[in-house]
């Protein structure tokens, strides 16, 4: 069934105003936006599915840039086209630019008062517990699928970054390269089959 103007319409407003209300109201980086997008585009609008919503927060995070504006850019698109990834980007980019254009103005009054630093050290134990569920819930997904080289290379991955430092581009694209290779490998498999 086609879609109307109206709806397109009511589509991009929920779009923009969702994307602007996750990011003027999310503070600690990308990660801390992830499972609110997916809360609100797979859970409450039901607009896109649990696994579609994985495979574009890998994208997002093997991208360059910002991943809170790369996955508002891949979520919107998937949703609206080109007109909802442009929508997704100024909802994204609007209040971050607005907040730190004000701190930039009263820097220097922001560093020495002693609230604001307590609020940023509150608001460090509430990142730090978001990010947790991120990888609580990536993790599991990643486990729910009881296949030996996901969980390899999670494993891998978390080893190599954490106790050889190794850099973070290479372990995500040797990790693009094993998930080419493994998809192949499932398609010929099934096509043998």
Not at 94 to 101: A, D, E, F, K, M
Request: charged content about 15%.
């Amino acid at each position: 069934m086609k879609e109307t103007m109206k709806e397109k319409l009511t589509r991009y407003r929920t779009l923009f105003l969702s994307t602007l209300k996750l990011s003027a109201f999310t503070f600690g980086g990308g990660f801390v936006i992830i499972p609110l997008m997916r809360k609100r585009f797979v859970e409450e609008l039901h607009w896109i599915e649990e696994q579609e919503m994985l495979d574009l927060t890998a994208l997002a995070q093997s991208s360059p840039g910002a991943i809170a504006v790369n996955a508002s850019i891949l979520v919107g698109y998937h949703v609206a086209g080109v007109m909802g990834a442009l929508l997704s980007i100024i909802g994204t980019v609007l209040p971050p630019l607005v907040i730190i254009s004000a701190i930039s103005m009263f820097y220097t009054a922001f560093r020495d008062n002693a609230i604001v630093g307590m609020a940023m050290t509150g608001m460090l134990a509430g990142v730090a517990a978001v990010i947790c569920d991120v990888v609580i819930t990536m993790g599991k997904a990643v486990f729910q699928k009881k296949r030996v080289l996901p969980v390899l290379v999670l494993l891998g991955s978390f080893i190599a970054v954490r106790f050889f430092s190794v850099n973070i581009i290479l372990v995500i694209f040797a990790c693009g390269v094993i998930g080419a290779m493994d998809t192949l490998y499932q398609e010929r498999a099934g096509r043998r089959a």
